[in-house]
């Protein structure tokens, strides 16, 4: 088992920042990669950003070149850095991971508590 603890959220003005952690109890980020989502009460959780075990990043449009993932394998960090926030990126933000556990490639999905965070105009 792996246990993923987010933190960083909060409120914000618009145009501000916030820098978003995902701690994992153990190493799984640097062989498996990992993701941000967010949730809006009532939709869909949606895919925010991703990293490849390779390094490989990829964002959804709406938030591309202003939000930045990343990855520290020393500390099993991953990071969210969100800049030029608007009230549209307030959500319930949460980290992934998954890894194979067998040679068919079964996964086992991990997901963190979540951490809210609010924009306000």
């Known amino acids: 088992q792996v246990q993923l603890v987010e933190s960083g959220g909060g409120l914000v003005q618009a145009g501000g920042s916030l820098r978003l952690s995902c701690r994992a109890s153990?190493?799984?980020?640097?062989?498996?990669?990992m993701a941000w989502y967010r949730q809006i009460p009532g939709k869909q959780r949606e895919l925010v950003a991703s990293i490849s075990s390779s390094g490989g990043r990829n964002y959804a449009d709406s938030v591309n070149g202003r939000f930045t993932i990343s990855l520290d394998d020393v500390e099993n960090t991953a990071y969210l850095q969100m800049n030029s926030l608007t009230p549209e990126d307030t959500a319930v933000y949460y980290c992934y991971a998954e890894t194979v556990v067998n040679v068919e490639g079964a996964k086992v999905k991990f997901w963190g508590q979540g951490t809210q965070v609010t924009v306000s105009s």
């Open positions: 153990r190493s799984i980020f640097s062989r498996n990669g």
